[in-house]
Structure formats: structure tokens, C-alpha cells
């Protein structure tokens, strides 16, 4: 789980880093063609591909990490929670309303990311429900989020279908770098503002009332996190739709490498969710070349096991 204890080994961060090389190395270089034409595919195409899937990857990893935290639960993810799906719902709407794209779509997906997520905690603490309950409710918030954006697609036209599909299926093939720099600099900034409270995070895990002890303004510290898990989360989705149980992974494959304190284990989830969605995206573009598959059915296939992995571990303790 993301906040197991663990130890920080160099060799694991050196397998981490080589392995994220490798892998980089091989979705930019994979089947290009010599001379000027396999250089305008590198810069047009696949450099750009392959650095949304790494900014997207490692957005959902590290907000997995966040909502992990929060919930101090190793289950929680975004999607589990209705996160994407609330945003892919706010998306999808903001597209059949005619809504200028590069302006509103992002900003539509952050708040349908964050109502969804208000919305569990709402639930939380109005019933005081225990952790494997709130995945409860954000899997039956899920379903009805699901259910809006289907009814929403039906009723679009046949433009709307085709564009509203894309967020319900998951690619990197829109990568455009005006979209690139503006997520770039989000992305940074959330980092950076999560790398400076990692002590808090840390903090936080051994309970609201010892944290605020300690000197953690609680209520302060998780409306940030909602509002930084959110932004990520819209983020990926804006631009490359639902993809699923990356942050549920990335950060239990990150800690088994580094630890479990956040100064170490946030970086390397970056990383770990980055490596992921690059690697589940060169799956997509090859296994059944020429035809490409969404990328959200490839995390869903690897991701689902790896849950009931998860699961099964906490039930035999």
C-alpha cells in the first residue's frame, strides 16, 4: 500500500530509474522510419504522444498517492471514487454545450472532479462511514456518473457522440503542444506544492487529531489536497479521457521500491504512474497494429487484477 512500511533501497531506485529510461526509450524510438520523414513523426507525433502519457501517467499516479493519503486507505484511486468519472461527466457536457475548448473544458473537468470527490467526503462524515464503505460509496457514485455521460451521449448528436466517446475511452493520440506546455506547468506546480508538504502527508497519516497536535491545520490541509487531486485528475482527463487504476498502482509499486515517506515515494510514484501509462500506450499502438486500442481497457485489464490483489492481502490480515 502507499503508506506501508517499507525501506528506501538504492537499488530499487535505480531499477525504478532504469527501467523508466528503458522504457522511454523504446515507445520514441519503436518502428520509426529512416530520414526526414521518421525525424517529422518523432517531433509531430510521437514526442509529443509519449510526453502526454507521461505527464497524464504521472498526474493520476500522484493523485492516487494524495487520495490514498487522505482516505489513509491503499484502495483509494480516482476512479474507484468517481473522480474521472465526474470530470469525464463535466467534460462531456462542456463539449455538447459548445463550450469554447482550449477555456472551459479543462476548467469543467476540475469542478466535476471536485464535486465528486466533495461529494464522498460529504458522505463520509455525515455517516461516519469507515474506509471499505466510502469505496462503496464512490463506486455506486461512480456508476451514476457512468450512467449520466451514457444518457448524455445518447441524446448528443452524431458529433457530439463521436467527440464525447473519446473521454469514455481513453487515448494519447490528441497530444498538441499548446495543450503540452499549459499541462506542464500545472503539473509542476501541483508538484511542487505537494513536495513542499510532504511532512505533512506524513503527518497526517497518523491521524487528524494527533496531526493537528503536531501543528497541521487539518481543514486547510484537506480541502488543498481535494483541490490539488482534483486539478490533476482534470488534467489527464481533459486531454486524454478516463484511464483508470494508475493511481490505484503507481503508488504501491512505488513504495515496495523507495518507502513509504512521501519526501521519496512521491517522486518515485511520479515516475512509476508515467512508466505505466507509456507503456500501457505502446501496448495500445502495437499488440494489434495498424489498429490501436483505447488505453483505458488496457490499465482496466492490468489494473483489475492487481485491485483484487490489494484486497485479498488486506482480507487475510
Request: aromatic content about 10%; overall charge positive.
Amino acid at each position: 500500500m502507499a503508506f506501508s512500511l517499507s525501506y528506501s533501497s538504492p537499488l530499487g531506485k535505480f531499477a525504478l530509474a532504469s527501467a523508466v529510461a528503458a522504457l522511454l526509450a523504446m515507445a520514441l524510438a519503436y518502428d520509426l522510419p529512416n530520414g526526414d520523414l521518421g525525424a517529422e513523426i518523432f517531433w509531430q507525433l510521437r514526442f509529443p504522444r509519449v510526453l502526454l502519457a507521461f505527464m497524464a501517467g504521472a498526474g493520476l499516479a500522484v493523485a492516487g498517492l494524495w487520495l490514498q493519503t487522505l482516505f489513509r486507505h491503499a484502495l483509494v484511486e480516482p476512479g474507484l471514487l468517481g473522480v474521472s468519472a465526474g470530470a469525464s461527466l463535466a467534460a462531456v457536457l462542456s463539449l455538447l454545450l459548445g463550450t469554447t475548448y482550449a477555456l472551459v473544458l479543462p476548467f469543467a473537468a476540475c469542478v466535476g472532479a471536485a464535486l465528486s470527490l466533495l461529494t464522498v467526503l460529504a458522505m463520509a462524515r455525515r455517516y461516519q462511514l469507515q474506509a471499505e464503505a466510502l469505496l462503496l460509496v464512490g463506486i455506486a457514485l461512480n456508476a451514476v456518473l457512468s450512467a449520466a455521460t451514457q444518457l448524455l451521449l445518447i441524446l448528443a448528436p452524431d458529433s457530439g457522440l463521436r467527440a464525447g466517446s473519446f473521454w469514455l475511452m481513453g487515448s494519447f493520440a490528441n497530444a498538441e503542444w499548446p495543450w503540452l506546455a499549459a499541462n506542464a506547468v500545472l503539473l509542476l506546480v501541483l508538484l511542487g506544492w505537494g513536495i513542499k508538504r510532504c511532512t505533512s502527508f506524513d503527518i497526517w497519516l497518523l491521524g487528524e487529531r494527533e496531526a493537528g497536535h503536531l501543528g497541521l491545520n487539518v481543514r486547510r490541509f484537506r480541502r488543498q489536497v481535494i483541490w490539488a487531486s482534483a486539478a490533476v485528475v482534470a488534467m489527464a482527463v481533459a486531454q486524454t479521457g478516463s484511464i483508470a487504476f494508475i493511481g490505484l498502482m503507481a503508488p504501491h509499486i512505488a513504495s515496495r521500491l523507495v518507502g513509504s515517506m512521501h519526501r521519496q515515494l512521491m517522486p518515485a510514484t511520479l515516475l512509476v504512474g508515467g512508466a505505466l501509462a507509456i507503456f500501457a500506450d505502446t501496448l495500445a499502438r502495437t499488440l494489434m497494429a495498424p489498429l490501436e486500442l483505447p488505453v483505458g481497457i488496457l490499465t482496466a485489464l492490468f489494473g483489475a487484477p492487481f485491485f483484487l490483489i490489494i484486497l485479498r492481502q488486506r482480507w487475510q490480515r
